[in-house]
Structure formats: C-alpha cells, structure tokens
C-alpha cells in the first residue's frame, strides 16, 4: 500500500450550464493516467518460448508461441503461467495450419533447494509476522466480551420469517409480537413487536409459497435467582397473518405462536396456523366481497390468555378453520457468567445450566409420552377393527350354515 498513490481531487471549474468542463477524457495521456489512476507494483515479465517452424523457416513471427510467462514484483514474488507440471501430465500445444500439428511439453521447478537452517529462518519470521498481526487485530477488537450483570442470563435471538405456504389469498403479511413471561426483561429500547412487507405467493409444487426473509433480532435477560418450575417459561412469539385485497383492506388468514427455543444454536420451526369462522355463507361473502373476518382482540388468546388466572381453559363452542403455515428460522445465543465459573457450578446444586437442560428434558419426556399415547390409541383402534371384521365374519358362516 506504500506503493500506491491517491487520487487527486481537482476541482474543475463549472460551465454556464452547471456542468464540469471534460467530465470523459476520451484520449488521455500517460502523465493524466499517471496522476489520476492507482500504480501498480512494477512489474519484470520474461516468456519461455518455441519456435515451431519447419527446417530452414526459423524465426517467423506465426511459428513462435510462448509456452511460460514468468513475472517478478518489487516485493520479491514470482509467478508462473502455467504453473510448473504436476500430476496431472505435461501441458499440450496444438498448432493452427493446415497439419494441425500437437505438441506436448512439461516446465519443472530445477532451482536449488533452500537449506534447512534457512527454512526455518523463514518459517520464524513468518511466525513472528503472524503474531504481531493477531496481536494488532486483538488491539482494535479488545480481548474483553461485555458481559451480563451477576445473576442473568442474557439470551440473543437472530430470527428470521422464512416463508408462509397454504394461505387463500394474496398479498398476505405477517405481524408479530413478543411476549416475556414472569422473571424475563429488555432493555428499553428493544422493539418486542414488528410486521413484514406484503408478499405475492408463488406456485412451488402443489403448494402456494410466499418467502418473506424478513429477519428480526431480540435482546432478553432472565433472572437465574428463579424456581426450577418458573424456568419453564420461555418467552412465546405470537403472529398473526393477513391479506390484502385490491382496495387496501385486510383479512385475518390465521393466528398461531411460536415458543422460542431453549437451547442454543439454529432452528427451524413451522406452525400452523388457524382462524375463527363463524356458520353459514354470508361471512364468508363478506369476506370474499368486503373484506374482513373475525377477529381476536387478545393475540395471546392462540395459546393461554396472559390474562386467565384459572387452572382449566374451556374453548367450546368457539368455532376455527386450520389454514396455512409459517416457517421461523432462529439463531439463539445464551451468555451468563455462571457458564464461565467452573467452581461455582459445581458447588450450586442447580445451576442455571442444569435447570435449562432439566426443562429440556422434561420437554422430551413429555413428547416421547405424547407418542406412546398416539401409538396406544392406533393400537387400540386397529384391534377393535380387528375384532369387528373377525364377528362379522362369524356372523356370515353362522348364516350360510343355517342357509344350507
């Protein structure tokens, strides 16, 4: 970068038309190039070449063809091309002419080898080199991370709003909000809620894609001075999805939620969406024709309302229509200073660490048991059918035998 020399900024004066006099220099010459463009490192070429004219036809300038280019800089760096032959075979030459002629030739590297003091001489000064850069990076990066206060855990969420596939009708959005359940905190200038642009889903196989990549970020803090059953709330995303019809006004395509995850690193997540429908067809004429649906006043109603207080949630008689889904991609990073303090984990009974891997294992419990009973209930169901089809055909040998 010695080498090289800024451009000059001259200031032109301004024609009557508020235009810069000779904007292109459509022929400029070697001192213009020289003061206004970047110089290269010299450079020194030499070319290996053949001549491959016929006996008694030497030194024709169509005969002669250049088999290596060899080019050396100031800084000391030499260049090959091509490079010397490897494994691959020797190189190959075919001359135009009417006997299209083909030749082979191979470049090898014949100069003396360095010694082996003078190796490892060069091998220290780029150890050394390579240590005062790092030791220059480390000085403009820091070697210090900010760190939580004593006693949180700080939680980055990267997301991302990949895709919403299945949904009626077009130009559909997403709006979304985060919700931080009891013990969790942000700062205060941290946005919890956010809605995508409007999308235009297109045909991919035999479903109706829309790609958002609408990314969004979180910053949140728990407080590890928590019970162990208190650990298990995670912070919930709600979102709900929207179209937009040819007069500006919007329908309700679906509502769902989406926990965030527990652990670090990237996850991909789909939900499922629904929306409340109400009976007979003039709703949804309204809809088709007018716009707008039934709506929820309380979002947090598409999982447990942050307002009931009860232990059982009845849900009946309210009437839904599962819609289309939503593709969430998240990148979580946890930092605490308990992950660092070794000694400390190992006199706490329950660490922060332990709790979350405890709630995560309780998660798995709970859907291997889900399974178990998915499993039970198809068992049970072909067993019925089982016995069924084996009494129908009891009754239907008893009826040709009395028939006989």
Known sequence: MANLRRRR??????????????????????????????????VQTMYIMVDLGPSGKLGFKENEHVLCTIRVDSNGVITFKPDVTGTKGPYRLEVEGHKRELWKFTLQHVSESVQRAEQEQEENLYKDLYSRHREYLNGLVGSDFEMPPAGTMRVFINGEIVSAQEYEFNHIYVHYFMELPKNWS???????SGVTQSCR????????????????????????????????????LYFEVLSLDFWQRYRVEGYGYVVLPQTPGMHILTRQTWRP??????????????????ELEDLTYAKVPSTFQGEHLSRFGFRTETTGSVTFRFHSIHQSRSFLDSSSLRKRKQSMLDRLRGSSQQTSILNVRDAFLRAQR???????SLLTDILSTSKISQLEQSTA
Do not use: C
């Not at 006099?21 to 970047?38: A, D, G, L, Q, R």
């Not at 942000?186 to 919890?192: C, G, K």
């Not at 991919?204 to 298990?232: H, K, M, Q, T, W």
């Open 9 to 42: 900024q001259d200031i032109k004066p301004l024609d009557g038309a508020g235009i810069r006099n000779s904007i292109v220099t459509w022929e400029p010459s070697e001192e213009f190039i020289k003061n206004n463009h970047t110089i290269n490192t010299p």
């Open 186 to 192: 942000s700062p205060a200038f941290q946005e919890l």
């Open 201 to 236: 889903p297109k045909t991919l196989g035999r479903e109706n894609v829309a790609y958002f990549s609408y990314p969004f970020s979180f910053e949140l803090f728990l407080s590890e001075e928590v019970e162990s059953e208190d650990i298990a709330q995670w912070p919930v």
């Open 277 to 294: 429908v109400e009976l007979g067809t003039v709703s949804e004429l309204r809809r088709f024709f007018i716009g707008g649906s039934p």
């Open 378 to 384: 198809r068992m049970q169901m072909a067993r019925e």
